[in-house]
């Protein structure tokens, strides 16, 4: 009888039925989890372990991160990244946990402890990583048992990482020669505190070694650097780490090197062309010096290059090549020259170049045909000329264009894009002229606009910046034009939070500012705005303004029924150089900078100032009508650094507690009606760099605890009733440049100081009316060579 199937069909299903035969006997499905394992599992972090590690389920299977060996059953990998675990860990269940090949117990919760030295029974262990867990305390040298270790990771990224884990000086000597297997390496945050051992460069299979605030010092083994497998080189953030960089081998294969903020120097070798495969580059914040190698530019697979913030000089040569570049950062160097042709960089995102000495004209390369994923352009403080293009404002993805503080003096082209992305534009400190283009207030994207310092003319309606619906900062202050204020509605201006305009020419408070409610910025110094300072201007949405100046205006007076300044998160008012009447006004308790000189006070300084002063640094109550005496309470203002009350009418005695304010360095009091002696109270520590008493009706002894304000400069007692001898002990004061003593009651000769390097830095002596000039003479000879003489 005939098969029903054809031969080819019969032999197909025995094909089939034959392969399904070998696997299902040839390979075992996956093993159960064997009891001890759970067990240990289970116990080792006590009841802290993932939800997922049911009892009554297979670990093997149904536990997440666990993998377990086919045929035997014994946990290889443990992988409980992230999973939150805030517990200590079972060291007598960890060593049951012999046949684990991965143990990854990254970023969980393991504050306050320390890594267990059981760790090291792990001798299967090719992965081990504890990344930011919170371990704390000296990593055990124990680990370096674990000879089969390949990837070891305890870094950590805490904010106070350099004392949470940390190596012992022999121990991580050791621990690095004794690991001689090892591809990856990351101690990211680990205090080593030590100079990096000869020993990493024994790891021939090292592809990646991450050593970034470790805190390491002296020279690092040039011989790493040489490492044939070597791909990633981390040695940021160590700053007293120093060395230099070799010459780099023909088939070196790294890709991101990183010595950003530590202490290399030295210049780039000419082999940089050999790191064919190098992806990132980061010199940042080194002491690197002398010109760029013309082979950097060569490295066609370069992404970053960041060597901002170290010496190089000389002109860049070509970066064409560098097609791939993502980011340039040559910024804080002593580059000059043009800038080189950047067009053909298709995939720049960033361009920082600032803070060098690049000159000429911007290079057409920047046109909106080149660069169309630039989004942030930087070429602020150079020395660039010429004429803006307006090509740059037609970039279709630039967001942050940054060129002041340059020579730019021409005037700027209408540029007609109205579709720019543009939302932060700084022109500021060239020297720009003629009107401000129309086409600028079509950028509506704008959130910050600096046009300061340039020669503009014209006159610009402060309504024509409401259009800026995103405008947070606006900075118009010394352009050279007139700002009218006046026009415009209160509510359509934009919420801003800083607005600088110094020097506008403004003849009134602009009245859109009557609606702002997020304003911490505010400078309307140096304009022609009199009358009074209205009340609303202290109520401006309290909790934000922190910053006010109205100085160099002619205003006469707070408005009537003005109670107090009520901004209370208020820390500079400076209301400096006006006509300012009446009362002293009381400034919030959280002043740290407060100048009301130069106006016509006539009122005392209140007895209960000193609350008022707790957070005030800088004080000047100069060139007014203030009369009285100084209150003691004031002594209570103890982060004073400046205080100067002179050219007013006070009187009296000055308070003791004055000399013992331990941060003061300038007091002032010259030109009052100070009477009495000058009090003996300076003590030791005393902070003072300057001391004028001048020009008031002091007697007695000039204080010899003077002698305690080791850093004292300048000492003026001058014009005043003083009856000593003269102070040859002030000649102990090293840093002493002017001295001045006329027009006192001195007496007595002035002897040679029996120290050779008394008044060693004094450069101005005056004791005009007190001997005739040839015996000064006499004694100055002394100091012969002193600038000054």
């Known amino acids: 009888m005939r098969s029903p199937f054809p031969p080819s069909s019969l032999l197909l299903v025995y094909l089939l039925f034959s392969i399904f035969f070998f696997f299902f006997f040839s390979y075992p499905t996956s093993a159960q989890c064997l009891d001890h394992q759970k067990s240990s599992l289970l116990t080792l972090f006590g009841s802290a372990h993932p939800p997922s590690w049911a009892p009554n389920t297979d670990c093997c299977n149904h536990w997440k991160g666990i993998t377990c060996d086919g045929s035997t ?91 949470s ?110 790191l064919r495969y190098l992806q990132r580059l980061e010199l940042q914040g080194c002491n690197f010096s002398g010109t760029i190698p013309s082979s950097l530019g060569g490295i066609s697979q370069l992404l970053h290059l960041d060597i901002s913030y170290n010496s190089f000089s000389g002109e860049i040569q070509s970066l064409e090549n560098l097609t791939q570049l993502i980011r340039l950062d040559l ?134 910046f409401q259009h800026f619906k995103n405008l947070s900062s606006l900075d118009l202050s010394n352009i050279n034009l007139s700002i009218n204020a006046s026009r415009g509605t209160n509510t359509s201006f934009p919420q801003i939070t800083t607005l600088k305009l110094s020097s506008c020419n403004l003849r009134e408070f602009p009245k859109f500012l009557t609606n702002q409610s997020k304003l911490n910025f505010l400078d309307l110094s140096s304009n022609q705005i009199d009358g009074w300072i209205p009340s609303w201007i202290w109520k401006m949405e309290d909790g934000f303004m922190n910053y006010l100046n109205l100085s160099h205006n002619m205003l006469s007076g707070l408005e009537p029924r003005t109670v107090d300044l009520s901004l209370s998160k208020l820390r500079v008012l400076d209301l400096h150089s006006n006509k300012l009447q009446g009362t002293m006004p009381i400034p919030p308790p959280s002043i740290a900078i407060l100048d009301y000189s130069n106006n016509s006070f006539t009122s005392s300084i209140p007895t209960n100032i000193s609350p008022y002063l707790n957070f005030t640094i800088f004080f000047s109550l100069s060139k007014n009508n203030i009369s009285g005496e100084i209150p003691p309470s004031i002594c209570a203002a103890n982060n004073l650094i400046v205080l100067d009350l002179s050219l007013n009418n006070l009187s009296g ?49 000039l204080p010899e605890s003077l002698a305690n304000c080791t850093q004292l ?18 000649g102990s004061l090293k840093e002493l440049r002017v001295l001045i003593l006329r027009s006192n009651k001195f007496f007595g000769t002035i002897q040679h100081p029996e120290d050779q390097n008394a008044f060693s830095r004094l450069q101005i002596i005056d004791v005009f009316q007190w001997f005739y000039r040839k015996f000064v003479l006499r004694v100055l000879s002394k100091f012969e060579g002193n600038d000054g003489w």
């Open 73 to 163: 059953g014994h946990v290889t990998d443990q992988d409980l990244t992230n999973q939150w675990i805030n517990a200590s860990i079972n060291s007598t269940s960890l060593i049951s946990l012999s046949s684990l090949r991965n143990l990854s117990l990254s970023h969980n919760l393991f504050f306050n402890s320390s890594i267990p030295i059981s760790i090291s029974a792990l001798s299967n262990l090719t992965h081990l990583n504890l990344s930011n867990s919170g371990f704390t305390g000296y990593v055990p040298v124990e680990i370096s048992r674990i000879k089969s270790l390949e990837s070891l990771d305890l870094s950590s990224s805490f904010l106070n990482s350099l004392s």
């Open 331 to 464: 910024s804080s160097n002593r580059f000059s020259g043009r800038i080189p042709s950047l067009g053909s960089l298709k995939n720049v995102v960033e361009i920082v170049l600032s803070n060098n000495n690049f000159s000429g004209r911007i290079d057409s390369s920047f046109g909106e045909n080149g660069l169309l994923n630039l989004t942030k352009l930087d070429l602020r403080n150079n020395s660039l000329n010429g004429k803006i293009p307006s090509s740059l404002f037609r970039l279709p993805s630039l967001h942050y264009l940054d060129l002041s503080k340059n020579h730019f003096n021409e005037t700027l082209d209408e540029f007609g894009n109205t579709s720019s992305p543009l939302n932060s534009l700084d022109l500021s400190n060239n020297k720009l002229q003629g009107p401000i283009p129309k086409s600028l207030f079509h950028l509506i994207g704008l959130r910050v606009l600096v046009l300061s310092s340039n020669n503009f003319s014209g006159i610009v309606d402060l309504s024509s």
């Open 713 to 730: 400069e300048v000492l003026n007692v001058g014009n005043n009733l003083i009856n000593d001898s003269f102070p040859s002990w002030l």
């Open 653 to 701: 005695s000055i308070p003791t507690c004055l000399g013992q304010l331990d941060n003061l360095l300038v007091l002032n009091l010259g030109k009052n009606s100070f009477r009495g002696v000058i009090p003996q109270s300076f003590r030791h520590g005393c902070s003072l760099r300057t001391l004028n008493l001048n020009s008031n009706q002091f007697e007695g002894l």
């Open 165 to 274: 884990l940390r190596f012992s000086s022999p121990d991580f000597e050791y621990v690095v020669g004794n690991l001689s297997g090892l591809r990856e390496l990351y101690l990211d945050g680990v205090n080593i505190s030590s100079p990096a051992p000869e020993s990493l460069a024994g790891l021939a299979n090292l592809t990646s070694l991450h050593l970034s605030s470790c805190n390491l010092t002296g020279d690092f083994p040039v011989q790493v650097f040489r490492l044939r497998n070597l791909e990633t080189l981390d040695l940021s953030n160590n700053p007293h780490l120093t060395g230099s960089l070799p010459e780099f081998p023909s088939g070196s294969r790294l890709q991101i090197l990183s010595l950003s903020y530590t202490d290399f120097m030295g210049r780039l070798p000419n082999s940089f062309g050999n």
